[in-house]
């Protein structure tokens, strides 16, 4: 079982940034693909980025291309999502997954395994 701990949302005028962590206490942090996702009130939930285990590719949703930016720290057990330029339209519930690990990033979320709790990410007008 694979415990994910999502923190950094809260409340942000458009145009301003936030930078959300997701961090495990799991040693296997390194052998998963980590995702993004998020879900807005009356949404489904949707893909927003994701890396694979090495960190060496990334993935973006295209509402979010250019403006955020997925990262990881395997020796912290931790991945990252940087999100400038932000908009109302991004406000959800942001979501982290661990999955795979796979040949190719995967958008799906039924290829992740292990969810965290989410966090909240308003933006303001």
């Known amino acids: 079982q694979v415990q994910l701990v999502e923190s950094g949302g809260g409340l942000v005028q458009a145009g301003g940034s936030l930078r959300l962590a997701c961090a495990t206490s799991?040693?296997?942090?390194?052998?998963?693909?980590m995702g993004w996702f998020r879900q807005a009130p009356g949404r489904e939930r949707e893909f927003v980025a994701a890396?694979?285990?090495?960190?060496?590719?990334?993935n973006y949703g295209a509402s979010v291309k250019g403006r955020f930016t997925i990262s990881r720290d395997n020796a912290k057990n931790t991945v990252y999502l940087q999100m400038n330029s932000l908009k109302p339209e991004d406000t959800a519930v942001y979501y982290c997954?661990?999955?795979?690990?796979?040949?190719?990033?995967?958008?799906?979320?039924?290829?992740?395994?292990?969810w965290g709790q989410g966090t909240q990410v308003t933006v303001s007008s």
């Open positions: 997954a661990a999955g795979g690990p796979y040949d190719t990033i995967n958008y799906s979320q039924t290829s992740y395994d292990y």
């Open positions: 799991r040693r296997t942090f390194s052998s998963y693909d």
């Open positions: 890396i694979r285990r090495s960190g060496g590719s990334t």
